[in-house]
């Protein structure tokens, strides 16, 4: 099984910033070669996750102030028992494009939070599996809380909407999949510290707003 690290880059105010998301391939049989899936799946990100506008479904796009410049899509193929990288380098989809929110931003650092949860493991007790983790989506919109850092009801359906996007499993044509997981180490039933990952089962927002950056698991 072939595992895959995806960065989704963008700006605000001349500060870089990135979300990562991790996909395993599935449900195809036929073996693609290692640079053609990474184009593939960040393409398939780039259209299916980030690019907005699309009625009926929310996207990375349509919840980012329109101050955030989108700037590309990175995959790379990971190992699945080290997460070292397996190819020489990450293949790119270029956007380049702003986001859609109409509205200002609030500082940066405010981030809205969502909550990604995985299944029950079913593995071997050798086995290690992340229960679930988190994903910090900012800056988000100065309109987007009250005074208190509590996401309006209207924004947390639109990121509960964009939760949609981020647990789908994307079709990158030629019955090639990939499925969104969480990737992380901790230590199994038998108290071996493991690498393991696990499919992403929802993925819904907080309802408060928070200061913290993504990080790959929990």
Known sequence: MSLYKAVIGYTYEGQKMANILYYRDAGSTILLDAVLAQQQLADAIRDNVVLGGVIGQTRLADILPNECNLDEVRVQRISATTFMPETNSPSVSNIGLPALYGDDAQSPMICAIMQLVCPASTLAPTDYTPK??????????????????VLTLTQQGYFNNFGAALVQTLDMGGGYLAKPIRIGRGKNSLGVTVNGFNDIQNASVRAKSSFRRSRSGE
């Open 132 to 149: 679930g983790g988190y994903l910090a989506i900012g800056p988000i919109a100065k309109t987007a809380t009250d005074k208190n850092g």
